[in-house]
């Protein structure tokens, strides 16, 4: 084994053969990863490190992190900033978790907006007398002396509106390690929001998040292909993000960024050596109908002879950067950079999982099976709030329900029987061919109407989904078990689908569904929505 897959094996707590080290790389498709993030190896460590440290020591550092985070937001003196941002950033990693959560809600109440100040400025603002006549016809002289008074007032609400934890953000922003520190920071505020719904807190998540778009546009990221040649710290953060397909082994990683694969991420300068975001590609002669086609398939084609594009997994490593959609740039940067390298390439797609689909269907089922089993007496004493939160619908069709229960022997209602077999530990249904072949047509028929027509706040219910949408794909087509694996039986009964990028109607798509959250699907797709 070379040094770097030495490195890598270390870095991720891959676990090796029982026995001596494999002697070359053909061995090494035995060793797995530990699944263990590096925010849970952190996390750990820093839990640790809190346990054997003296209450007396935590409460003296929580008392250096809010008087360090007061004199980064008031002190003015450029030349001991930096010290200062370093002693905050570095007292806020020591503090456990409860501590954080004392000091982001001190930096969100006690260093919001001046409401009092603004209240003053703003009866100030009214109070002012408009200038007589169209200022426009007015000289130079005349109209700026008639609006003086205004524009100073306007520049003072402006700097009022904004709160004092804005300075510490920017401050932060041009410090070494300061954006890094923001999206942990962020990270944190996003754990507390998940728990409480805190008004204070949710403003400050507001204008940070704000803030983190505006410093990683487009302009500011730099677009990387990651290959086997990047340093093993780096690879080792490819291994410990990758959040879709998990990398099992360095033979595994090694085909990820070898012939007809493609890998690339967006890096800031300011967070050397970790990409914010990647995404993996495969060049394929078809779509890939299973992620066994893409993941598994050895010896790849010779990349001459592709004509597809296909990305099968895209995955964020900063918890913190939440909501701030850099995957659409990356898709569309990725798309650009491969057609001008390979103009043999006519088609981009995705085969991307559907995560919400399997926990909306059996919620589906367990609110119908409980009306469809309710006796007439029963249901004349049901409350007027249960009457209106669910309804009676026919989620199974007829032919479809009879297929169903001929897999039963309870005498149970086909809903009952698909509700047990889909939440049954041992996926049974999964390994029989007549069980497979009863649930197929109405679990690509359910999915279609999941993905198609199941929203919230008029965009796609499925956040996968609702990402590829936005970003001008159409659904294109719904693959019968396509993963296998145990993640994919949960999250999706092993359905996968494939979101197409035609490169003439990505804004066109885009903007319709950004307007009217109308969604682009193929005929295919279409065709299990007729009754």
Same mark, same amino acid.
Not at 234 to 255: C, G, M, Q, T, W
Not at 350 to 362: D, H, K, N, R
């Given at each position: 084994?070379?040094?770097?897959?030495?490195?890598?094996?270390?870095?991720?707590?891959?676990?090796?053969?029982?026995?001596?080290?494999?002697?070359?790389?053909?061995?090494?498709?035995?060793?797995?990863?530990?699944?263990?993030?590096?925010?849970?190896?952190?996390?750990?460590?820093?839990?640790?490190?809190?346990?054997?440290?003296?209450?007396?020591?935590?409460?003296?550092?929580?008392?250096?992190?809010?008087?360090?985070?007061?004199?980064?937001?008031?002190?003015?003196?450029?030349?001991?900033?930096?010290?200062?941002?370093?002693?905050?950033?570095?007292?806020?990693?020591?503090?456990?978790?409860?501590?954080?959560?004392?000091?982001?809600?001190?930096?969100?109440?006690?260093?919001?907006?001046?409401?009092?100040?603004?209240?003053?400025?703003?009866?100030?603002?009214?109070?002012?007398?408009?200038?007589?006549?169209?200022?426009?016809?007015?000289?130079?002289?005349? %109209?700026? $002396? $008639?609006?003086?008074?205004?524009?100073?007032?306007?520049?003072?609400?402006?700097?009022?509106?904004?709160?004092?934890?804005?300075?510490?953000?920017?401050?932060?922003?041009?410090?070494? %390690?300061?954006?890094?520190?923001?999206?942990?920071?962020?990270?944190?505020?996003?754990?507390?929001?998940?728990?409480?719904?805190?008004?204070?807190?949710?403003?400050?998540? $507001?204008?940070?998040?704000?803030?983190?778009?505006?410093?990683?546009?487009?302009?500011?990221?730099?677009?990387?292909?990651?290959?086997?040649?990047?340093?093993?710290?780096?690879?080792?953060?490819?291994?410990?993000?990758?959040?879709?397909?998990? #990398? $099992?082994?360095?033979?595994?990683?090694?085909?990820?960024?070898?012939? %007809?694969?493609?890998?690339?991420?967006?890096?800031?300068?300011?967070?050397?050596?970790?990409?914010?975001?990647?995404?993996?590609?495969?060049?394929?002669?078809? #779509?890939?109908?299973?992620?066994?086609?893409?993941?598994?398939?050895?010896?790849?084609?010779?990349?001459?002879?592709?004509?597809?594009?296909?990305?099968?997994?895209?995955?964020?490593?900063?918890?913190?950067?939440?909501?701030?959609?850099?995957?659409?740039?990356?898709?569309?940067?990725?798309?650009?950079?491969?057609?001008?390298?390979?103009?043999?390439?006519?088609?981009?797609?995705?085969?991307?999982?559907?995560?919400?689909?399997?926990?909306?269907?059996?919620?589906?089922?367990?609110?119908?099976?409980?009306?469809?089993?309710?006796?007439?007496?029963?249901?004349?004493?049901?409350?007027?709030?249960?009457?209106?939160?669910?309804?009676?619908?026919?989620?199974?069709?007829?032919?479809?329900?009879?297929?169903?229960?001929?897999?039963?022997?309870?005498?149970?209602?086909?809903?009952?029987?698909?509700?047990?077999?889909?939440?049954?530990?041992?996926?049974?249904?999964?390994?029989?061919?007549?069980?497979?072949?009863?649930?197929?047509?109405?679990?690509?028929?359910?999915?279609?109407? +999941?993905?198609?027509?199941?929203?919230?706040?008029?965009?796609?219910?499925?956040?996968? %989904?609702?990402?590829?949408?936005?970003?001008?794909?159409?659904?294109?087509?719904?693959?019968?078990?396509?993963?296998?694996?145990?993640?994919?039986?949960?999250?999706?009964?092993?359905?996968?689908?494939?979101? #197409?990028?035609?490169?003439?109607?990505?804004?066109?798509?885009?903007?319709?569904?950004?307007?009217?959250?109308?969604?682009?699907?193929?005929?295919?797709?279409?065709? +299990?929505?007729?009754?």
């Amino acid at each position: 084994m070379n040094r770097k897959g030495l490195a890598i094996l270390m870095r991720t707590r891959m676990k090796p053969p029982t026995g001596t080290i494999a002697a070359n790389d053909a061995n090494l498709s035995h060793m797995k990863v530990e699944k263990q993030p590096f925010q849970q190896v952190i996390s750990d460590e820093t839990s640790s490190f809190h346990d054997s440290q003296p209450s007396t020591s935590q409460e003296r550092n929580v008392k250096l992190v809010h008087e360090s985070m007061r004199e980064a937001i008031t002190m003015n003196k450029s030349e001991v900033i930096d010290t200062i941002l370093s002693d905050f950033s570095r007292g806020y990693y020591s503090l456990s978790h409860e501590n954080r959560h004392q000091a982001v809600l001190v930096l969100a109440r006690e260093y919001d907006l001046d409401r009092k100040k603004i209240r003053e400025l703003m009866q100030q603002y009214l109070g002012l007398e408009l200038p007589p006549g169209d200022v426009s016809q007015m000289s130079s002289t005349e %109209g700026e $002396s $008639s609006l003086s008074t205004f524009y100073r007032t306007e520049r003072s609400l402006r700097q009022a509106l904004k709160p004092m934890y804005g300075v510490l953000f920017e401050r932060l922003n041009k410090h070494p %390690g300061g954006l890094k520190f923001l999206c942990v920071l962020r990270a944190d505020v996003l754990s507390i929001l998940s728990k409480e719904n805190i008004s204070s807190l949710r403003a400050l998540d $507001s204008y940070l998040k704000e803030n983190l778009m505006t410093w990683l546009s487009p302009a500011t990221l730099e677009l990387h292909q990651i290959t086997w040649d990047d340093s093993a710290s780096f690879l080792e953060k490819i291994v410990a993000y990758e959040a879709v397909h998990p #990398i $099992s082994n360095l033979v595994d990683l090694k085909r990820r960024l070898g012939v %007809g694969r493609r890998c690339f991420g967006y890096l800031h300068p300011a967070i050397p050596g970790e990409p914010l975001i990647f995404i993996e590609v495969a060049l394929l002669k078809n #779509i890939a109908q299973t992620i066994q086609e893409v993941l598994w398939d050895n010896p790849p084609i010779r990349e001459s002879e592709a004509t597809c594009a296909l990305f099968y997994s895209i995955s964020a490593t900063q918890p913190g950067l939440a909501g701030i959609n850099l995957g659409k740039f990356l898709i569309k940067r990725v798309i650009e950079l491969v057609k001008k390298d390979m103009p043999h390439i006519s088609t981009f797609a995705t085969l991307s999982p559907i995560p919400g689909y399997l926990q909306w269907l059996l919620s589906k089922l367990a609110s119908q099976s409980k009306l469809v089993n309710l006796k007439a007496a029963e249901m004349v004493h049901l409350s007027n709030e249960t009457v209106g939160s669910t309804f009676r619908e026919d989620l199974l069709r007829p032919e479809e329900e009879k297929a169903i229960l001929s897999l039963a022997v309870d005498g149970k209602s086909a809903m009952d029987v698909m509700l047990n077999l889909l939440t049954s530990s041992n996926f049974e249904w999964a390994q029989s061919v007549n069980m497979l072949e009863a649930l197929q047509f109405p679990l690509m028929r359910l999915c279609a109407r +999941y993905l198609c027509q199941e929203k919230k706040r008029g965009k796609a219910l499925d956040s996968v %989904g609702n990402f590829h949408l936005q970003n001008g794909a159409t659904i294109g087509q719904l693959n019968w078990m396509a993963d296998r694996s145990e993640k994919g039986l949960n999250q999706s009964a092993g359905i996968m689908v494939n979101y #197409i990028y035609r490169l003439d109607m990505i804004e066109e798509n885009a903007q319709s569904y950004f307007s009217t959250g109308h969604i682009e699907a193929s005929p295919e797709v279409c065709q +299990y929505l007729e009754d």
